[in-house]
Structures are given as C-alpha cells and as structure tokens.
C-alpha cells in the first residue's frame, strides 16, 4: 500500500508538534503516568470526533452534490 504525499506531509509534518507533547508526557519530570493517559485519552479522543465529523460531511456533500 502506497501512501500519497499529503499523508507524509499531515503525519510527518504537521503533527510533529503533538509528537513532541506525547513524548513529554511520558518522558518529561515529574512523571505522571495517570495526567499523562488521561492527555492522551484526550487527544485521541478529539482526533476521532473531528475526523468522523470531517467524513459525515464529505458523505452528505457526496451524496447531495454527486
């Protein structure tokens, strides 16, 4: 499976930033792994709404314009 260049520019890129914050989370002081989890819970979270979000509409636009 071949991945287009958006995919390396939207996962190599442009979340760089949140690596860094994962990455912080887990390695920085103090740790805490609780704090740490429940960021990342978070995230994930929020990632899943706005990409199922995004999808829902492209279906609607899909099926009204095409």
């Known amino acids: 499976m071949a991945?287009?260049?958006?995919?390396?520019l939207i996962f190599?890129?442009?979340?760089?930033?949140v690596y860094v914050v994962l990455?912080?989370?887990y390695l920085g002081?103090?740790?805490?792994r609780k704090t740490a989890t429940l960021g990342v819970v978070y995230l994930v979270?929020?990632?899943t709404l706005l990409?199922?979000?995004?999808f829902i509409k492209t279906v609607i636009?899909?099926?009204?314009?095409?």
Not at 12 to 17: D, E, F, Q, S, W
Not at 51 to 54: E, F
């Open 3 to 8: 991945f287009g260049p958006g995919t390396w």
């Open 29 to 32: 002081e103090p740790r805490d």
């Open 12 to 17: 190599g890129i442009i979340l760089v930033p």
């Open 23 to 25: 990455l912080a989370w």
């Open 61 to 66: 636009l899909d099926v009204i314009f095409f």
């Open 51 to 54: 990409w199922t979000a995004m």
């Open 45 to 47: 979270g929020l990632t």
